[in-house]
């Protein structure tokens, strides 16, 4: 019976995975429109990638790494309380979170994109 379940959880979480694509807020689309197709550095990202029970924003294997975008309501006591609970998940799985805010994204892409380059880079040894 559990296994009925799980799978249940597994499919439900894709069919949230393909509409959170679908519905992609304008911070989500402009950070996707530079980072997909290995625009930043060589490095592959997906979208609204499954990890666990969790949809992760953007994800990058190779590096590791989560990037969360995070609109004005996860600045409320209960999403941050769970924001921490989700990253410390995700570390604990060696994965690194990196969290903007929406309007950051829309205000100061560039900024942006060098802290996420930053951190990509940071563990591969100089050519």
């Not at 019976?1 to 979480?13: C, I």
Request: aromatic share 8%; glycine share 8%; net charge neutral.
């Amino acid at each position: 019976m559990s296994d009925y379940r799980d799978h249940a959880v597994v499919v439900g979480l894709l069919e949230r995975c393909r509409d959170l694509r679908r519905t992609a807020t304008d911070a989500e689309a402009l950070l996707w429109s530079v980072l997909r197709a290995r625009q930043l550095g060589g490095f592959k990202f997906r979208r609204q990638h499954q990890l666990g029970l969790f949809i992760l924003d953007f994800f990058c294997a190779e590096a590791s790494l989560c990037i969360e975008l995070d609109g004005d309501q996860h600045a409320m006591p209960e999403n941050v309380v769970r924001d921490a609970a989700r990253s410390r998940f995700l570390a604990e799985r060696g994965v690194t979170v990196l969290r903007f805010g929406n309007r950051e994204v829309l205000g100061q892409l560039e900024t942006v994109m060098e802290h996420i380059y930053s951190v990509l880079t940071s563990g591969r040894p100089s050519p």
